[in-house]
């Protein structure tokens, strides 16, 4: 792909002053609506510049460290690709267990050690918590990839980006949110960054085990959005406008017997989509395992695969924002 120098009629550009210049994006909470329109203009902006040139040199000399305690396949490969499309480079740490944390290095020792080589640090950890307390360790940007079942702000921002290009707007949406509400840490970011549009509705259906947790419902109950709660599709199906499904979490399951119980509950096909609307979308931060049919990819309502497409656009925005290129 070539290659091409920033130059004056890019939109882009040095701006320290901006608020989130060297801030660390830890969860959903810290976008206002004002901040989540600013994401959305530049990763618009990275989108027309991908499909114009390709890659380009925004961040040429910077250089990302990517640390992942937990498999990954978008968020970790999406990153690399963002960081590299605006010129700048990777050091990627997805196997701990050939890094010094197999010596036992604490996760603080291990982000003070890559921030000496880094500008940034994308972070992927199993507990909950764990990237603010690098956040508060590093001096250089944390950028919160999954911590545990907490939260996953960088994929509810793209979530929010591809509801924005697919429907055209972030208000007045009926939204269902289908699958592992407990474990899931997508839908705990997404939740909470919805309840900062108007005319919002959110319907949560689970098995009884797999509930959203209360502290989130109770947080977008605050902000004044309707939620309810069910445990069979059909009745919450045809007012949805978007519809996003999610992987039962068998690693964050104490006991497999609970896993084996709930792990098939939901399965979307052709079928069951009948009674939901022509214009919604479904989608599904992936991987998937049964909860959709592949039998429905090809149903134009089918928006995961161009979900992760947005992804690599939003995920290039937030690296030019905090490194103040944006
Ligand atoms: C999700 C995650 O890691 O939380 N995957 C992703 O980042 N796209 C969802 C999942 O693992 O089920």
Redo the contacts with the bound molecule.
Sequence with gaps: MPTQSPSAHLPFGENKQADWYGKDIISVKQFSRDDLEYVFGVAHEMRGMVERVGTFDLLKGKILANLFY?P?T??SSSFTAAMERLGGSVIPINEVKYSSVTKGETLIDTVRTLECYADVIVL?HPETGSAAIAAKAARKPVIN??DGIGE?PT?ALLDTFTISEELGRLDDLNVTMLGDLKY???VHSLARLLSAFDGIKINYVSPEILRMQKEVMDEVAEKGVPQAEYSSLEKALPETDVLYV??V?KERFEDPVEYEKVKGAYVIDPAVMKPAKKDMIVMH???RVTEISMDFDDDPRAAYFRQMEYGLYVRMALLAIVLGKA
């Design positions: 937990e990954s978008r968020t992927r990839a999954g996953h994929q899931g840490r997508t999610t992987r979490q931060p992936l991987p």
